[in-house]
């Protein structure tokens, strides 16, 4: 037996070349990949937003009902809204008309965009609609308080 004379590896050349389309392939990759995650953190802001909105009514119209079916007479000032975020996890009676303590979320969402812990954004009935400063009476909307700006260049903070 004897030893074979040919090509055993691979020559510099072809190295150097394989590294290169790795590298660019790589570069047209990352800036994609960077662009769904941000995507996807979006679609969560919009979803946490519309959930937490659709809370705040549901609270509000049970409110209403509460008022007009029960004869549940309201404090002086009271807009039917919750006064703290956290009512909607917690509950409420609302009389008779429901037998339970209604919950309107299991838990309040996080902000993908939230980095330093702030928290939702609140806005309350007697705010401005685009108000970034809680005037505490109720709840009446909430917002990031990101500073961010989305992919459609819309600040985050006014979705």
Known sequence: MGHRRGKAGLTLIEVLIAMTILAILASAVIPLAATTVRRTREIELRRSLREMRTAIDQYKSDYDRAVKVQKIIPTLGDTGYPKELEELVT??????LYTFKR???????????????EGWGLRS????????SWGGEDVFDVYSQSTETGLDGTPYNTW
Not at 91 to 96: A, I, T, V
Not at 125 to 132: E, G, K
């Open 91 to 96: 509950g409420e009676q609302w009389g008779d």
């Open 103 to 117: 919950k309107y979320l299991r838990r309040i969402p996080r902000d993908p965009f939230d980095v330093n812990n």
């Open 125 to 132: 009935m007697a705010d401005d609609p685009d108000s970034l």
